[in-house]
């Protein structure tokens, strides 16, 4: 069974941490994205990668940034956690192959920051 | 620009009822349309897309969506609800000459009452 795995259901860390949320899929998928879900504001894109080394923004990449040093691992890092990152992280794969564009998504990350 | 719209918040059905989420979309070129369902502390989980060919697509949990390409729609159906499918819908699009990410729709909470 194919799937997209992320470290952790649930963390709680300080204001001020250094925090990494680690993506892992096991299905030679191209594209990795880092989406935010927060209540009445749907998903939102952080960050995403087309290949390995390669990064790019999304529409709310302030305080986040990330690292693709293999093809099926993508993560985020919150360089200094902040009590208005508090949210549900999810992490999705995709393949580039022309007519499969499908999103694969991780079970997520619910991070509360005190 | 590429868009897609889920006008209602939330959509509340009787079991056994017929129930249909709505999803619009504006994009340049053939769309790829996406339904996602979402359960709660969850990340969201493939249901059906539309790339070509028949107008009602089939797919996972009995549901089905219908693409209308002069209303620019891609409704989500199923012809009897059960309780076990309240949860949150997500519709997503690709314009076929735009790159590899998907847009998504805000979300559309479903009821389904006993």
């Known amino acids: 069974d194919v799937k997209v795995t992320q470290s952790s259901r649930y963390l709680v860390k300080r204001t001020g941490e250094k925090v990494f949320l680690e993506c892992v899929q096991d299905m030679d998928h191209e594209n990795m994205f880092w989406y935010r879900q927060d209540p009445g504001l749907g998903l939102r894109l952080i960050y995403f990668?087309?290949?390995?080394?390669?990064?790019e923004k999304g529409d709310i990449p302030e305080g986040y940034s990330v690292s693709r040093e293999k093809k099926e691992r993508f993560s985020l890092i919150l360089e200094s956690a902040s009590t208005n990152q508090t949210s549900m992280y999810l992490c999705a794969s995709s393949p580039q192959d022309r007519g499969n564009y499908g999103y694969t998504f991780g079970s997520g990350t619910r991070l509360t920051v005190v | 620009a590429q868009s897609v719209a889920q006008p209602e918040d939330q959509v509340n059905v009787a079991e056994g009822n017929p129930l249909t989420v709505k999803c619009t979309y504006s994009?340049?070129?053939?769309?790829?349309l996406f339904w996602y369902v979402q359960y709660p502390n969850r990340g969201l989980q493939f249901l059906l897309k539309?790339?070509?060919?028949d107008n009602l697509v089939k797919g996972s949990y009995g549901f089905e969506a219908e693409f209308n390409k002069s209303q620019t729609s891609f409704h989500l159906k199923k012809p009897s609800a059960l309780v076990s499918d309240s949860a949150l819908y997500f519709c997503?699009?690709?314009?076929?000459?735009?790159?590899?990410?998907?847009?998504w729709g805000a979300g559309t909470k479903l009821i389904i009452k006993p």
């Open positions: 990668s087309y290949d390995v080394k390669m990064k």
């Open positions: 539309y790339i070509t060919g």
């Open positions: 994009v340049s070129g053939n769309p790829y």
């Open positions: 997503a699009v690709r314009g076929a000459d735009s790159n590899y990410q998907l847009i």
